[in-house]
């Protein structure tokens, strides 16, 4: 009888993983850095549309409304800014850079958009400029309160769109 070669362990080094554990681990400073400039465009913006409708219109739903279009034009503008020059980092250009910025936008924001645009930030706002006397503070209460849903939702997305390979883990600096 012969006797069994011992067990080889493996090559460490040789062990490849799956995307969703090499994929790095994001602090809060990369989603201000990331979020930041699109927050204060669209606030600006919720605070304008919002407090220029509120001068004829009183009613909370409409001012709710115009406000919620404000910020995201502003929001987007900004936000489309970003993620297409990510793609031109990485070398797309034209077309393909445009079609995979609308990508990344739908893949990252849609299902919270959704959510946020037709029901929690309506209701938020509403809510808010309901109870808070003064429009400024009610506006700006009821989109902190609907970001704090949005952004748990966004933040996942935006992850998964890197452990699905959508978008690389580390885009090249510009």
Not at 5 to 32: E, S
Not at 87 to 106: D, E, K, M, N, Y
Not at 160 to 168: A, D, E, S
């Amino acid at each position: 009888m012969s006797a069994a070669a011992p067990p080889v362990a493996p090559d460490v080094a040789a062990v490849v993983l799956p995307a969703a554990i090499t994929t790095p681990r994001r602090g809060i400073r990369f989603w201000i850095r990331r979020y930041l400039l699109a927050e204060i465009i669209g606030t600006a913006t919720l605070l304008l549309l919002g407090l220029l409708v509120l001068q004829s219109i009183t009613h909370p739903v409409a001012v709710a409304i115009a406000a919620i279009i404000g910020e995201s034009l502003g929001f987007y503008a900004v936000l489309a800014t970003i993620v297409l020059l990510e793609q031109r980092r990485l070398g797309r250009r034209g077309v393909r850079a445009l079609s995979l910025t609308l990508v990344l936008l739908v893949a990252e924001f849609g299902a919270a958009e959704l959510v946020d645009s037709f029901v929690v930030r309506p209701a938020a706002i509403s809510l808010c400029v309901w109870l808070i006397p003064d429009p400024f503070w009610g506006l700006l209460a009821g989109k902190i309160l609907a970001d704090l849903v949005f952004y748990a939702m966004a933040a996942t997305s935006f992850v998964l769109t890197t452990k699905t390979r959508l978008r690389p883990a580390h885009p090249k600096e510009a």
